[in-house]
């Protein structure tokens, strides 16, 4: 499957339009519903969410990227103007979590706000938007996990077929997609029981923490390979 949705857009050479963009906002648009929605049942203003979503948006795609580069200096101290083409590659979502804790923390000392509150409404809007953005990894044969050499498991969602390499491996971007909305699906029925406020944060980072850790296990060398190898092949200058 081709990566760009759009090429030369416009007619200008170069300027493309990736599916993984789509896909993320479309998970961007939808979270901010779901938000606006729990506002309602978490008694927080949807004009803080407006408000928020400025300050939010701007600070998790840097704090992302800057995660995902200090990680992977390597790739980068030998061009430093690659840190800053983030069109290429290389966002990691702890940074992204990290970073929109922090403007949270502040807005809502600013605003006296209820932070618990607002991480009640804003974390199953977190988890659906990560639940949709790993498909912008299925797009771009990335994340995937062990190679598969029994046959008979050659198929979708257990395996995916990546075409650079010829041969199936296990479709991890799949598994944690679905973790996820299960993740979700138990904050949103849960959630109602809880008699006090701010236990979606830490059910967060509990059920996440165990989704990655099972992920990962599936994963990790085949991932940091091909993720390293599409970066050279990016940005050869690196």
Same mark, same amino acid.
């Given at each position: ?10 007619? %200008? ?9 789509? %896909?993320?906002? !479309? ?26 979503? $400025? ?37 990691? %979502?702890?940074?992204?979590? $990290? ?54 498991? !050659? +198929? &979708? ?16 971007? +799949? ?27 830490? &059910? ?6 165990? %989704? ?27």
């Amino acid at each position: 499957m081709n990566r760009y949705a759009i090429e030369n857009l416009f007619g %200008i050479e170069g300027l493309n339009i990736v599916w993984y963009g789509i %896909i993320i906002t !479309c998970g961007m648009v939808l979270g901010f519903a779901l938000t606006i929605y729990r506002c309602r049942k978490t008694g927080i203003n949807k004009e803080h969410i407006y408000n928020l979503a $400025l300050w939010l948006i701007p600070v998790c795609i840097i704090c992302a990227r800057a995660y995902y580069v200090i990680f992977e200096w390597d790739n980068y101290k030998n061009d430093l103007l690659s840190v800053f083409e983030i069109n290429r590659w290389g966002l990691a %979502i702890y940074g992204g979590v $990290l970073g929109g804790v922090a403007v949270a923390l502040i807005y809502c000392k600013v605003k006296r706000i209820s932070f618990w509150s607002l991480a009640d409404t804003l974390m199953p809007s977190l988890v659906l938007g990560q639940a949709m953005g790993r498909w912008g990894n299925f797009v771009n044969q990335e994340a995937y996990g062990n190679q598969i050499t029994n046959p008979s498991l !050659c +198929f &979708f969602p257990y395996g995916v077929y990546i075409e650079e390499i010829g041969q199936w491996w296990q479709a991890t971007f +799949f598994y944690e997609s679905a973790l996820n909305l299960a993740l979700l699906t138990a904050m949103l029925i849960c959630c109602p029981h809880f008699r006090r406020k701010g236990y979606l944060l830490p &059910f967060y980072m509990i059920g996440y923490g165990t %989704i990655r850790l099972f992920v990962e296990g599936c994963a990790p060398t085949a991932f940091i390979s091909f993720r390293v190898s599409v970066y050279h092949r990016c940005c050869p200058a690196a």
